[in-house]
C-alpha cells in the first residue's frame, strides 16, 4: 500500500497519523547526525534524482523542526538541496507528463510534488522569519537609544534566493501536474 502524504496544517501534525493511509514522519534525526545525513543526502539526489526526496523527507523535516538551533551553513546548504531536488523533478515531470502514467508512478511523483513544495514553502517561510527578524543593538554610547536593525544571514542574499523560491514555485505551477491526480484536478490542499 502507498501512503499518502497529507499537507499539514501545523509542521508537528506530521508525526502523529490519523489515517491507516496517511504518511508520518517515523524519524526525527537528532541536531548531532543532521549533518553527516545531509551529506548522504546529495548522494540520493544523484543517484534518485527529484523522486528521492520521498526517501529523505524525514531528514529533511529534522532539519526544519531544528531550523533555528541549526547553524547558517546547514541552513544554507538545505536550502540549495532542496532548490535543486525541485529543479531536477521538474525537468524529469517535464517530459514525464506527456505520457501515460501508471497509478503507481503518478502516486510517487505526486508525493515528491507534494513534499518538495512544502518543505520549500516552509522552509522559505523560516529563512523569512530570520530575515526580517529585527537585531536590538545597544548603542555603546550608554544614552539608552537603542539601534534596531534587520538581521543579516550570512552567506545568503536572501532577497536572490526568495527569487529563486518563486520561480521554483512557478515553473511547477506551469507544468500539468494536474495529470498526477485522479481525477486530474490538484487536490485543494496542494492549491493552498
Known sequence: MHLEFVIPLNKEDLQSRTSTSQYVVDELVSPRQLKDQLYDCKAVLRNQGGVGIIEKFDLLYSILINFNTLNDDMKEDTWE????????????????????????????????????????????????????????????????????????????????????????????????????????????DYVK
Open 81 to 188: 538541496l532542496l532548490l535543486k531536488f525541485h529543479k531536477n523533478h521538474c525537468t524529469v515531470l517535464e517530459a514525464t507528463l506527456d505520457t501515460a502514467l501508471d497509478t503507481a508512478t503518478k502516486h510517487k511523483h505526486r508525493t515528491a510534488v507534494k513534499m518538495n513544495t512544502y518543505l520549500l514553502c516552509q522552509f522559505m517561510e523560516a529563512f523569512e522569519a530570520e530575515a526580517t527578524k529585527p537585531s536590538v543593538t545597544l548603542a555603546p554610547s550608554g544614552k539608552g537609544r537603542k539601534k534596531v536593525s534587520r538581521r543579516k544571514l550570512s552567506g545568503i542574499d536572501w532577497d536572490v534566493e526568495r527569487g529563486h523560491y518563486v520561480d521554483a514555485m512557478s515553473h511547477i505551477l506551469q507544468l500539468q501536474i494536474c495529470r498526477l491526480w485522479e481525477p486530474p484536478v490538484v487536490e485543494e
